[in-house]
Each structure stands twice: as C-alpha cells, then as structure tokens.
C-alpha cells in the first residue's frame, strides 16, 4: 500500500515536471537561444489551455464551445493558437530590449489573464472551462497516471529532439550570434526583427502545448491556474538555475526546483504543529534563496551552454572566423 | 552534488520517520490555501477545522480510542499546488480523507485527478464554484457551504416577490462575484425581471464611478451589489450614494458588513438590503462561537463554521464507515441527511455511542442543518436583512 502511494506520488511529479518542461523549454527557445526576456508566459500557457479546453470539451451553459474534437485536435490547436496570439505581441512587443521587453509581456500576460476571467461567454470566467476529457482518464488511479506519463514524456521527448535539432541547425547558430551580438549579425545581413519573431513564436506554441496538457490532466482550467508566480516566475527559477541556453539544464532546472518545492512539505511538516502553518512559507523562501545562491556561485546554471566544444565544430569555425574578422 | 545527495536522502529519511511514526492514528488531509491571495483568510479556517479534530480526541478519540490526526497541506488557491499537496496527502500520508481545498478551482482539479480516482472523499468548505456541483466525482465530494447557485436564486425570486422587477448588477470580478451574480441574472430574467446593466468590477480601485455610471443609464434604481463590504463592496456602495446613482441597493452575504455600517453610517443606509445564511434554529452556532472563542478564535472570521463543520462531518464519517475510506462518501451523506437523532456541534461522544448502538444521526451544524442532496451540496437558509439601529436585522427569510 505505502509503496503503491510512493510509485503514484512519483508518477504524478513526473507527470508535473513533464507538463513545466515544455514550458521551460518553450521559454529556452526565446531566453536561453534568442535572448528575449518573455516574462509572459502564464499567457501563452492560459491561450494552449483555454484553446484545447473549448476544442474537446462537451457543450456547456457557461462558455463557449462543444465542438468536442479529439485531445490531439486539441493539442495542435493550442499550438496554432498560442503561436497565433504571439505573432501580433511579437510585432508590437519585440522592437523592445531585454528589460522593456520583459515589462511589455508581462503586462500582455495580464490582459490574457483578465481577458480570460472578464469574457465568461468564451471561458466560462472564474467557473472556467470542466468535464475536459483526459486520454486513458477512464483506467485505475495508478494506471490511468502512468499512461499519462507515457503520452507526456514522449510528447517531451519529439519536442527536445525538435528543437535539440532546430538549435543545431544554422538557424539555432543565426539565433545565437543575434542574441550576442546584434550589430555583427546585422552587419552580416540577418534580419533580426524577423528571426526574432520566429523564435518568440516558435517559443509561445510549445508553451501553450504545456498548458493544454495541464488542462487535460486535471480535467479542468480556471483562472486561479494562470497566475503569474506559478505560471511565470517560477518557470524562469528553473530555467535560471537549471541553465539557459541548454535544453538538459532547463529540463533538470524543472525537475530540482519541482522536487525540492514538493518534498519540502515533508520537512516543514516535521515542526511542531503551532509552526506547520507558518512553515508553509518557508518553502517559498527555500526557492528564493536557491535562486539567489544560483545567481551569485553559478549564474550559467548547473549546466552551462556548451560552448563551441568539439561535439560542434562548426560553432568553433564561427567564432575563429568572428575573432579573424577583428 | 554531494550536498544535493544529501538533501535528498535527507528528505526521504524524514518521509520515512513520518510514516513510521504512525501507531494507532487516523489521518486527515486539511488542505487549505495557506500561501496565496487567500493567506488572511486561512488560518483561521484551518484552526477551526483543528477545534473540531481537537474535541475528537478530547472526547475518546475515533474508531476505538484512536487518535485523529490532520496533516496540513498548502493548496496555495491554485491547481498546481493543490494538485500537488492532494496527491501527497493521499498516497504518502495515506489520510482516510480530505477536508478542503478552500478555493474552487482547486477543489475542481483535486477531485478531477487525485481524490476521485484514488477512491479518497473530500468535503470542502468554501468552493462555492457551481461547477464542483457538476463534477463527475461517485458521489465523493461534499462541502458545507451552499453553491453559489443557491443564493443568487433565492434572492432574484425574494426581489421579484418585492416586486423589483427592474435591477442593475454590479460585481467582484472573482469566482464568488461572478458565481453569484450569473445564478442571479438567470432567474431574474425567467421570471420576467429585467437586468437593466450588468457589469464586472476587478478588485481594489479607487473610483469605480465610470462604472456606476454606465449602470444606471439602464435607468434601474436598483443596484445588486455582489462583492465585499470590507473591500471594494464598500467603495461602490459610497460612491452611487454620494453620486445618487441609484436609490434602492440590494447585496449578498458579502455585503452583510459591519464595516459598511460603520463607515457609511446607519441613516445613509435605510434603503439597503443584503441577503445573508441564517442559521436554523439549534443553538449549533452558539454552541460553535463559545467553543471557538475558549480557544482563541474569532467566530466571525468568514468561512469558519463552514470549516469546522466539514472537519466534523468527515470524523463522524469516518466513525461511522469504521475506517473505511471506499465506505466514508456513503457514510457521509447518512450522518446528515435529515433524519436521525439530532448532534449538535462538539457531541463527539454523543455521537460515538449513537453510531456504535447501530442508531441514525443527523449533523445540525454551526453554519446551517447541511442535508447533503445527491450532488453532495448543501441547501442555503437565507434571510434578508435590514439595516437596524448598529447592526443587521432579519427583515424576512428567502424562499
């Protein structure tokens, strides 16, 4: 019995840290490799997890949809919509720098989130959107989880291959002399707003894939699933301390910072019950000061960007090229 | 690394003293949204859960002297955390139930993916989302505060009775607001009321006169307030009367504010109503309030008999299911379905012999009878109330 609750405790963070992944990931794309500070990504995840929601689930009083398409219509939908709703905040937004950026996409994240709760006739508003189908949701407990790993984790392993594959490529190369150096890339003439916006759109769709799984998994979304702490902030503490630029330090940022934020409870739990409540928030400085230590011993993050080691020769050519340029 | 190694064996030799630790306890989850846009309201709800845990064990303890134990998890009032604690308490705390979460979005994806297919009940006492009343759950979830549907209903059809036919509606952008004011407006509108102007308000500005405004162009002298009287519920109730936006105002439970009393004055408010629970009439209020307050509690903290009832609830439950966790949702309905003798709050003993002499017993709780129907819901008592002299008076009681 206990070890059965072990394995399922363990199933559902995996589940979890599956879902974040594609979130860090999609926010590895656009910070790690491109350099622009998404600090919006609860919206990106809200339109992903509204947009599979209406597309599958049954018709409802409350909001809009009924269409019930099947999960996997669903999924690409989300992809569409949020790489959709990205495209015109990329083009208002993306003429910004780093900090500006950041500010404008946070504000972009608020009005999705009060869009979301204002317009019930769409969304359902703070009822939000229910009775969502999850695949394999009709099996056991314990089975029905592990088939949900299995659709995530290999859901998260085409994603990495994806974009392992997409930053090997000239064009993760072109991003990345963008993101270090502007001026030399525009002087060796890449369109830098244009390629920007890819990489942000590229970013948002694989975000929003990470909010539709997370609708699906609990049957259900409501506003209270896209506030920014949760959604956003926490998302850049993995990916920081994880390390950016480096799809295996986000997803190992995911995993550390979900397992130490979960199993914390277990110690908190050990105090003396008059200070179990208090204690609760002790989890949440534990991770600000994880962030904190990260940034001040180990800012690259537990694994760094590889740099032009011998695994791609090509990036060493790049920069002997750069460095003989000057 | 060494030091990560560390940590983590560190953290699994903790779970494992926890578990081991166990010897002849009965544990519950009391989840609540500790961390998060509802950390003020909280504590207290949890306290009161822990009152009712503490009678039980003051008074022999459950199933044969054993100890009830709530272990506390933080639902944080979202899903992702919810979720996360829920699963916790369920399969490496083992509890036999769970008392929460607090916020509805919580509670509908708590019971969507960790309490219903582990066969664990939940009985919440604040999700208050007509959505939880929908849930494909077996019948295993519960909570003891009415849905929102109740409420706005009831007060739409008192209104029309009044013969208010004609109503603007203002209110709180949240799941309490919105919940309210949607039941409201439906019943209205099918009993021929008309909504003259109906708008949402987000929480904490500083004038909201743009909104009253566009409210009353409807031409309603009504306003429906649904929000708080402590917050921004306040505000707006100033500024339509400064302005003289409209003439009559009409609020629900939230509005029932000392505060506005307080701040506005009684003489400004003579042409407003609120509609608020009121309590059957046991003593099981007062009874609750003393107990509460002997151990340092404020009893009119919002939600907390609520709270208290439901940890009640789930230890009767348990006692009678003798342990059982597939058997407590069925248990739980029968405690308090109307007919048996009657516990009053704090009657654990009581309540103990009745169950073992193979009697029926009926929960009359602190925040009303709580006759669960078969969506697990419990029917609001409302009252509509008046402003008297410093405080609310029952001025009649809602169909």
Redesign the interface.
Do not use: C
């Given at each position: 019995?206990?070890l059965?609750?072990?394995l399922?405790?363990a199933v559902?963070m995996a589940i979890?840290i599956g879902i974040y992944s594609l979130l860090a990931l999609g926010l590895n794309i656009q910070w790690g490799f491109s350099g622009l500070f998404n600090a919006g990504i609860a919206g990106f995840f809200a339109v992903g997890a509204y947009t599979s929601a209406l597309l599958t689930a049954p018709e409802s009083s409350?909001h809009l949809g009924g269409f019930q398409l099947p999960v996997v219509a669903g999924w690409i939908g989300a992809m569409i919509a949020a790489g959709a709703i990205a495209w015109p905040i990329g083009k208002v937004c993306l003429r910004f720098r780093s900090d500006y950026l950041a500010i404008a996409t946070i504000g972009v994240a608020e009005i999705i989130r009060?869009v979301v709760?204002?317009e019930?006739w769409m969304t359902g508003?703070?009822?939000?959107v229910?009775?969502i189908p999850?695949p394999f949701g009709d099996l056991?407990?314990l089975y029905?989880?592990l088939a949900y790993l299995a659709l995530v984790l290999s859901i998260v392993f085409i994603v990495y291959l994806a974009i392992e594959r997409q930053i090997s490529a000239p064009w993760g190369r072109m991003m990345r002399g963008i993101r270090d150096n502007e001026d030399a890339a525009t002087a060796m003439g890449k369109d830098i707003k244009a390629r920007r916006l890819e990489a942000f759109i590229f970013g948002a769709a694989v975000m929003g894939l990470g909010g539709a799984l997370f609708a699906h998994?609990?049957?259900?979304?409501?506003?209270?699933?896209i506030?920014p702490?949760?959604?956003t902030f926490l998302i850049w503490i993995m990916l920081i301390l994880g390390g950016s630029g480096n799809n295996r330090g986000a997803l190992l940022g995911v995993a550390?910072v979900w397992i130490i934020?979960?199993?914390?409870?277990?110690?908190t739990?050990?105090l003396p019950t008059e200070y179990?409540?208090k204690a609760?928030?002790m989890?949440?400085f534990i991770i600000g000061l994880l962030l904190q230590l990260v940034l001040r011993f180990r800012p690259e993050g537990i694994l760094p960007e590889p740099q032009g080691t011998a695994d791609r020769p090509e990036v060493k050519t790049f920069q002997n090229q750069e460095s003989a340029a000057k | 690394m060494l030091k990560k190694i560390a940590l983590a064996a560190g953290l699994f030799s903790a779970t494992a003293l926890a578990s081991n630790a166990v010897q002849a306890e009965v544990k519950v989850g009391l989840l609540g949204g500790i961390s998060g846009p509802i950390a003020a309201m909280a504590p207290p709800m949890l306290d009161s859960a822990k009152l009712a845990i503490q009678q039980v064990n003051e008074q022999g303890g459950i199933l044969g002297g054993q100890t009830l134990e709530a272990v506390v998890g933080d639902s944080a009032c979202n899903p992702q955390n919810g979720v996360d604690s829920a699963t916790k308490l369920v399969n490496i705390e083992q509890v036999a139930g769970l008392i929460g979460p607090h916020c509805s979005g919580s509670v509908l994806a708590v019971a969507n993916s960790v309490t219903v297919p582990a066969g664990i009940t939940l009985i919440t006492p604040s999700g208050t989302s007509p959505e939880i009343t929908g849930l494909e759950d077996k019948g295993q979830v519960f909570r003891t505060v009415p849905s929102d549907d109740f409420q706005g209903r009831s007060l739409a059809r008192t209104l029309l009775n009044l013969g208010t036919n004609k109503v603007a509606v203002a209110y709180l952008n949240n799941d309490y607001g919105s919940g309210l004011a949607n039941a409201f407006k439906v019943e209205f509108e099918a009993n021929g009321g008309e909504i003259a102007g109906y708008s949402a308000h987000e929480e904490g500005k500083a004038s909201y006169r743009s909104n009253l405004a566009e409210l009353s162009r409807g031409g309603a002298d009504t306003l429906v307030v649904f929000d708080y009287g402590d917050g921004t519920g306040l505000t707006i109730l100033r500024q339509a009367l400064e302005n003289g936006f409209f003439t009559n105002f009409v609020g629900g439970d939230g509005m029932k504010s000392d505060a506005i009393i307080r701040e506005l004055g009684a003489e400004n408010l003579t042409t407003f109503i609120a509609s608020s629970p009121v309590g059957e009439k046991s003593n099981s209020l007062e009874i609750f309030n003393e107990a509460y307050k002997a151990v340092g509690g404020n009893p009119d903290a919002i939600f907390v008999s609520n709270s208290y009832d439901a940890a009640f609830l789930m230890a009767l439950a348990l006692e009678k299911a003798g342990g059982d966790a597939g058997k407590v949702s069925a248990a739980m309905s029968s405690v308090s379905d109307g007919q048996g003798e009657a516990v009053l709050p704090g009657e654990w003993k009581k309540a103990v012999e009745l169950i073992a002499a193979g009697k029926d017993i009926d929960y009359k709780g602190a925040s009303g009878d709580l006759n669960f129907d078969e969506a697990g819901d419990v029917p609001g008592s409302y009252g509509l109330f008046k402003v008297d002299g410093d405080a609310f008076a029952l001025q009649q009681a809602l169909n």
């Open positions: 019995m206990e059965i609750g072990l399922n405790y559902y979890f409350v009060l709760k204002s019930g508003g703070a009822r939000g229910n009775k999850r056991s407990y029905s989880q998994f609990n049957r259900s979304i409501t506003p209270e699933a506030d702490m949760i959604a550390v934020w979960s199993a914390s409870e277990f110690v739990d050990q179990a409540i609760k928030y989890r949440v | -």
